[in-house]
């Protein structure tokens, strides 16, 4: 059996199941590149119908398929769909006064539904685009909405502007804005699990999206959304459009690598997001200070250009002489780098224990650059828990690996280890400047880096300590503890 003689056999079926109803076949016009031709189920004095895929049922047959189990199974969901089918007056329908209460907005990306676009009224953003919708229920169950056609724009006689404009009056009324931070929209999808995860700190990131979560997207563009927003973050920040139903919010402190944002939203929409729910495989930047919503590249082209304006007449900056050209020969110039700190330039000897000192076991020797530098790490590491440090990444980057304990970054000679240039401490200390902390979401891990505010936090606890270890008398005995 193929699937047009599938689908003909269903409609029988279903016609003789419920001879109440009109059950015929139909187009069915979607947005995000899912049209297909479906079963439409009425009622005989309704001129609303319930359309379902029937490609889903006709793949569940397999090869030893039941018919009789399929046929019960649509059956079941045609009666669930009737009973569930919102009910109002046909009249009400062509009234633009009492529907455009009903108006809420969907974000789409353009890329995909240029022909739909074309013949229905949107708002370009960038590679994404504003749709608007009737909502005609909202239950817990299903949300039942109508799509604003240009042909129903002309009907009422209204303007794309004014059509926009109603429609975010009313969005902002039956769906406000929501801005919450990731870790406590982790806390609250862990439930009594989240006991189990390091989720008393703040996360770096920021989940936007409206009440109920539905198409939430949008959020961005409600007034005054993104200034808000700006203050929460504390200023400009990056936008990752994690799908049509919500978007992530980074600050834009410097601690954030734009190629490194825009391979996770890459990756995500790869292997997390549905295709039916993607967005958009760009990051947008927000500059609260021209109240500028644009492409993250298109931000950083133009603050370039400021730059240069800036540093016209400011004459050049010179490094001065490699330090490893005053350095005695057993002692070498390094980065440390340890968890939840920026990397610091040190004086390391060479002797295996002095090594073994400072990462805190037996060392191993990687070579993940094509630089002539290789990185000293805690052979067991991952093995004893040490603290997760920092990612590495391959040139898509894409996590492959997690530096577990404190790591030197050193350079190579032809036998042994040698002293760093600037430039190479320039990079690398660039590379690795800002900690991270890790999270694991479905199937990848995400590196976030630690807020700026965070690390200060830690870094003050660790002086206080210290001073009050300080002060302490040294001919002072521990005391002891019993239990």
């Keep these: 059996m193929n699937f047009e003689q599938f689908k003909a056999q269903v409609i029988d079926e279903m016609r003789d199941r419920f001879p109440e109803l009109d059950i015929s076949l139909q187009e069915v016009s979607k947005l995000q590149g899912e049209s297909y031709i479906g079963m439409a189920v009425r009622p005989k004095d309704s001129n609303i119908a319930a359309t379902t895929n029937l490609k889903a049922f006709f793949e569940d047959l397999g090869e030893d398929f039941n018919m009789d189990d399929v046929m019960d199974q649509i059956a079941h969901d045609i009666s669930d769909q009737i009973s569930h089918m919102p009910q109002f007056d046909e009249h009400v329908l062509n009234d633009y006064e009492q529907m455009k209460g009903k108006l809420t907005l969907q974000m789409i990306p353009t890329a995909g539904n ?18 608007y919708r009737f909502e005609m229920s909202n239950s817990a169950k299903k949300i039942s909405s109508i799509l604003v056609t ?26 406000p804005a929501t801005l919450r931070n990731m870790t406590d929209v982790m806390r609250d999808l862990m439930g009594s699990s ?8 703040p996360s770096p990131m920021w989940v936007a999206s409206v009440e109920g979560g539905q198409n939430g997207a949008c959020a961005i563009q409600y007034p005054d959304f993104l200034e808000q927003a700006a203050e929460t973050l504390g200023g400009d920040f990056y936008v990752l459009p994690s799908s049509i139903h919500e978007v ?3 600050a834009d402190d410097g601690s954030m690598d734009l190629s490194y944002l825009e391979a996770m939203v890459r990756s995500v929409n790869e292997t997390e997001v549905a295709p039916a729910d993607r967005l958009s495989d760009h990051v947008f930047h927000y500059d609260s200070e ?3 919503f644009e492409n993250a590249r298109a931000f950083e082209v133009r603050e370039a250009v400021k730059e240069e304006a800036m540093l016209a007449d400011e004459p050049a900056m010179t490094f001065g002489d490699d330090v490893s050209d005053s350095r005695a020969a057993d002692t070498i110039t390094v980065l440390l780098v340890d968890p939840h700190a920026h990397p610091k330039v040190i004086e390391a000897k060479t002797g295996l224990e002095d090594l073994q000192q400072l990462v805190g076991g037996d060392i191993e020797v990687v070579y993940p650059f094509e630089d002539n530098v290789g990185l000293i790490v805690n ?8 603290p997760l440090n920092r990612a590495l990444r391959d040139e898509k980057g894409e996590i492959y690996d997690v530096i577990a304990g404190s790591f030197l970054v050193t350079g190579l000679t032809e036998d042994s280890f040698g002293s760093l240039t600037q430039e190479q401490i320039g990079k690398f200390e660039d590379l690795f400047h800002q900690p991270e902390v890790f999270m694991r979401m479905g199937r990848s891990i995400m590196a976030i880096p630690l807020p700026e505010e965070q690390l200060a936090a830690r870094e003050n606890a660790k002086a206080k300590a210290s001073e009050e270890i300080g002060a302490k008398p040294k001919h002072r005995k521990p005391e002891r503890d019993d239990h």
């Design 194 to 201: 989240a006991a189990l995860f390091a989720l008393d700190e």
């Design 290 to 292: 021209e109240h500028i």
């Design 248 to 250: 992530l919010l980074v």
């Design 114 to 131: 240029e022909e739909k676009l074309s013949e229905i009224p949107h708002r370009n953003v960038e590679d994404m685009a504003i749709v």
């Design 150 to 175: 240009d042909s129903m724009l002309r009907s009422y006689g209204i303007t794309a502007d004014q059509l926009h404009e109603d429609a975010l009056e009313a969005a902002v009324q039956t769906h």
């Design 379 to 386: 052979e067991e590491g991952k093995i004893n828990g040490l």
